[in-house]
């Protein structure tokens, strides 16, 4: 074995623990010293108090987590072999799923597969990349070439318009990067809806591919009910619901833009316009003024965006989340459900049951918990990582 060469960051005493568990992340307060000079996403070797080499990883000066590992043989080769390895394994594991049509999974999920910091969904041949760390920034073209060879995707766009990328010392940016340009929508096939994704305009890469599984058990649920689809976006579990035989369905959204294209979903997917209504409103004022109207439903989807960003945003997020079940509560008729979600990765899943539970309290009504719920497969979760399993779901049935 050749000498060690590159720099070197050599962690505190008692600090490497987590690295023995072969959790990724080395923060800023476990390193000793930074033996070279490496400039952001250059390759590191990460080496214990004793000097025993414990892996390889991309450096980030202005980040708090300074290092993310690569891997844990600190006598591998960091090069563009290693990536395009790497995201052939990511893609090889989804397979080719049969959706009779265009399909969307999530074919790269950051530090669970393997790659800290690169999410790349695929929708029908079309690729979409967020790079959020330093390392994956550095690589990132021997990445992109890795990608068009494993999928034989025709185009990649990237969204690496995330704000995580101003922690990381990165420019926010989005735009074309390789192959055929982005068309202006693309079509995928989800559990048998037709679904359309602006790349370009929608939240993050386009569309909520962690919820595929949620709206299959939507769909199940939803035969002959009058559902309510709140922080709909683009109408996802609304449409699930309506394949699956709901009476009716009213999207609540915010968001214009997402509604218009919910709109063009149900058009799409030839459901007539008496079976579905949207709604442009803040959700927590509109479920409100709902309950002194006296409207009723007997499914409600509760999907709203993260509330807890960090750890200080802990006891707001909790009380917004407590709010809005309780809102929804109050307007379910007696037998109805309530499908239940949080996205917050700081917010554990007890503790989202306990909420639930105490909303149920507050709004007076006797809640059960049926079945819970958790991302999509296409988002596996490394078990030495547990920050990757972020989204919990509770199917609750009220008195
Ligand atoms: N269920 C969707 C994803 C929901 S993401 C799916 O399966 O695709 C959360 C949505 O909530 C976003 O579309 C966002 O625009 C919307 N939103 C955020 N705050 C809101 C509010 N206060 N009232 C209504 N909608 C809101």
Not at 64 to 69: D, G, H, M, S, V
Not at 171 to 191: D, I, T
Request: proline share 5%.
């Amino acid at each position: 074995m050749s000498a060690r060469t590159g720099p070197i960051v050599h962690l505190k005493p008692g600090r490497d623990k987590s690295l023995r568990r072969w959790h990724p992340w080395v923060f800023s307060g476990a390193i000793a010293r930074v033996e070279g000079t490496p400039n952001a996403g250059d390759t590191v070797t990460v080496t214990a108090s004793n000097g025993t080499p414990m892996g390889m990883g991309a450096y980030s000066p202005h980040s708090q987590i300074r290092a993310r590992l690569w891997t844990f043989d600190p006598y591998q080769e960091i090069d563009a072999a290693f990536f395009a390895a790497q995201v052939e394994a990511a893609v090889a594991r989804r397979g080719a799923p049969d959706e009779g049509g265009p399909w969307a999974r999530r074919l790269i999920n950051a530090e669970n597969d393997g790659l800290p910091g690169l999410i790349v969904d695929r929708y029908g041949d079309q690729l979409v990349a967020q790079v959020l760390s330093a390392g994956c920034e550095r690589w990132k073209e021997e990445i992109a070439d890795a990608l068009l060879a494993a999928t034989g995707c025709a185009g990649l766009y990237e969204r690496s318009d995330a704000e995580v990328r101003i922690k990381e010392g990165l420019p926010v940016r989005a735009g074309h990067w390789r192959g055929r340009e982005a068309p202006e929508v693309v079509e995928f096939h989800e559990n048998g809806v037709r679904l359309l994704v602006d790349v370009r305009h929608g939240h993050k890469t386009g569309f909520y591919l962690d919820q595929r599984a949620a709206r299959a058990r939507v769909g199940q649920l939803a035969a002959g009910r009058d559902m309510l689809n709140c922080f709909a976006y683009t109408g996802g579990f609304g449409l699930a619901a309506l394949a699956g035989g709901a009476a009716r369905v009213t999207h609540l959204e915010s968001s214009a833009g997402a509604l218009e294209m919910a709109a063009r979903h149900a058009e799409l997917n030839g459901f007539e316009a008496s079976r579905w209504t949207s709604v442009e409103a803040d959700a927590f004022t509109r479920l409100r003024q709902w309950h002194q109207e006296e409207r009723t439903f007997d499914l409600i989807v509760l999907d709203p965006p993260k509330f807890i960003e960090s750890r200080q945003h802990l006891p707001r997020g909790c009380r917004g989340y407590k709010d809005i079940n309780m809102q929804a509560l109050k307007l379910l008729r007696p037998g109805g459900l309530l499908v239940t979600f949080s996205c917050s990765g700081l917010l554990e899943a007890d503790l989202f049951q306990k909420i639930v539970a105490d909303a149920a309290l507050d709004a007076g009504r006797n809640l059960q918990l049926v079945d819970r719920l958790q991302q999509s497969d296409d988002h596996p979760v490394l078990m030495s990582f547990p920050e990757g399993a972020y989204l919990k779901g509770l199917v609750c049935r009220v008195e």
